[in-house]
């Protein structure tokens, strides 16, 4: 069975860091791309960045370019989110999402639990 | 960017009826990279439909996917209790990924 289990979540200040780590299990993470979707509270979901198999290729959404910075470990099964620099408009549930194989332009067949950001002083 | 349009907002239907959601895209999507997810409050969205009319492993097949170009279709043909949630669509044609707003099915 696929598991996605995100932490690392929590309430920062604006300007503060956060790193968010999502740990696989029940598939070859190393053969499948990964991505982040974040869902602020009460809103729809958006798509933040993806990360391919190898890392080889990496995309970010225009609102978190140059803030945000993913990154994997497969010999660990894990995905990681580094955020820095965090707004309040980064407030959001975090969750790690995979397609069914590789590649960017694919539904997401698995999802974590989610992981709460709350950016606030 | 690709623009989703998803109606109506919220869809008010009783059990046993039919729900049918619009998802409507600024661009055509093609035929084969659409989705559409369901979400219960407080859980992670869970894929339905992935190229626009395949149904993704576990769902019911009282869920099912049309449409082509930028006009695609959600169909619960009888809605169980279980059913009453937000469905959003999502496109994977082009960066970045975007989702539509979502259209909330309530109980009548």
């Known amino acids: 069975e696929v598991q996605l289990v995100e932490s690392g979540g929590g309430l920062v200040q604006p300007g503060g860091s956060l790193r968010l780590s999502c740990a696989a299990s029940g598939f070859s993470f190393s053969s499948y791309s990964m991505n982040w979707v974040r869902q602020a509270p009460g809103k729809g979901l958006e798509w933040v960045s993806y990360?391919?198999?190898?890392?080889?290729?990496?995309y970010y959404a225009d609102p978190v370019k140059g803030r945000f910075s993913i990154s994997r470990d497969n010999a660990k099964n894990s995905l990681y989110l580094e955020m820095n620099s965090l707004r309040a408009e980064d407030t959001a549930v975090y969750y790690c999402?995979?397609?069914?194989?590789?590649?960017?332009?694919?539904?997401?067949?698995?999802w974590g639990q989610g992981t709460l950001v709350t950016v606030s002083s | 960017e690709i623009v989703l349009t998803q109606s109506p907002g919220t869809l008010s239907l009783s059990p046993g009826e039919r729900a049918t959601l619009s998802c409507r895209a600024s661009?055509?999507?093609?035929?084969?990279?659409l989705a559409w997810y369901q979400q219960k409050p407080g859980q992670a969205p869970r894929l339905l439909i992935y190229a626009s009319s395949s149904r993704a492993t576990g769902i019911p097949d009282r869920f099912s996917g049309s449409g082509s170009g930028t006009d695609f279709t959600l169909t619960i043909s009888r809605l169980e209790p279980e059913d009453f949630a937000v469905y959003y669509c999502q496109q994977y044609v082009t960066s970045p990924l975007t989702f539509g707003a979502g259209t909330k099915v309530v109980i009548k």
């Open positions: 990360i391919s198999s190898s890392s080889g290729t990496i």
């Open positions: 661009q055509s999507v093609g035929s084969s990279y």
């Open positions: 999402a995979s397609p069914n194989g590789a590649g960017y332009y694919s539904a997401q067949h698995y």
